[in-house]
T-cell receptor, first 114, second 111 residues
Framework: KAGVTQTPRYLIKTRGQQVTLSCSPISGHRSVSWYQQTPGQGLQFLFEYFSETQRNKGNFPGRFSGRQFSNSRSEMNVSTLELGDSALYLC?????????????FGQGTRLTVV | SQQGEEDPQALSIQEGENATMNCSYKTSINNLQWYRQNSGRGLVHLILIRSNEREKHSGRLRVTLDTSKKSSSLLITASRAADTASYFCATLNQAGTALIFGKGTTLSVSS
């Protein structure tokens, strides 16, 4: 079974630009979550989608948005990029197991804003 | 905001030694999970322990959970250089839709 695939792996953008990151979950997983990881703030939750609906959103400005398609693939978009948006962006697809939810992560997209 | 907080922040040991990492959390939980991350890559799920479990084993990993103290520990026995990574504990938010991670423990195992 293929794992979670994130594209691109690396990205360099200029301040003020926008960027779109893509995530393909494990086949059959309908929940996709996005996280931002920085050295200063650690891993922070961005948002979660289930069956094309955003169920939960973290404490990020409106410049961060996302969507999920009918095939469960998800994209996240960051507009008007700032230097502080430089981070590793991780996508996870989830499966409910006995006693909890297990998340499977992609390798991440390393975004550098210059 | 961080739910879990790992301790220590960094740990350096020799191959063959045991490594213990601790995690404290703030609110009541249904389960707690541990993840490993190798040098800026994706996270790998290690183990999930439910709130009604006190201890769980998986290979060289042993996880304990003390809900009265809101704490968990991850023990890696007979460590190897390949165990060098960052380790995170995570709990679910109240809605059950997002994992809340601690800042992690960076483990370095030297041969």
């Amino acid at each position: 079974k293929a794992g979670v695939t994130q594209t691109p792996r690396y990205l360099i953008k200029t301040r003020g630009q926008q960027v779109t990151l893509s995530c393909s979950p494990i086949s059959g997983h309908r929940s996709v979550s996005w996280y931002q990881q920085t050295p200063g703030q650690g891993l922070q939750f961005l948002f979660e989608y289930f069956s094309e609906t955003q169920r939960n959103k973290g404490n990020f400005p409106g410049r961060f948005s996302g969507r999920q398609f009918s095939n469960s693939r998800s994209e996240m978009n960051v507009s008007t990029l700032e230097l502080g948006d430089s981070a590793l962006y991780l996508c996870a697809s989830s499966l409910v197991v006995s006693g909890g939810t297990e998340a499977f992560f992609g390798q991440g997209t390393r975004l550098t804003v210059v | 905001s961080q739910q879990g907080e790992e301790d220590p922040q960094a740990l350096s040991i020799q191959e063959g030694e045991n490594a213990t990492m601790n995690c404290s959390y703030k609110t009541s939980i249904n389960n707690l999970q541990w993840y490993r991350q190798n040098s800026g890559r994706g996270l790998v799920h290690l183990i999930l322990i439910r709130s009604n479990e006190r201890e769980k084993h998986s290979g060289r990993l042993r996880v304990t959970l003390d809900t009265s103290k809101k704490s968990s520990s991850l023990l890696i026995t007979a460590s190897r250089a390949a165990d060098t990574a960052s380790y995170f504990c995570a709990t679910l938010n109240q809605a059950g839709t997002a994992l809340i991670f601690g800042k992690g423990t960076t483990l370095s195992v030297s041969s």
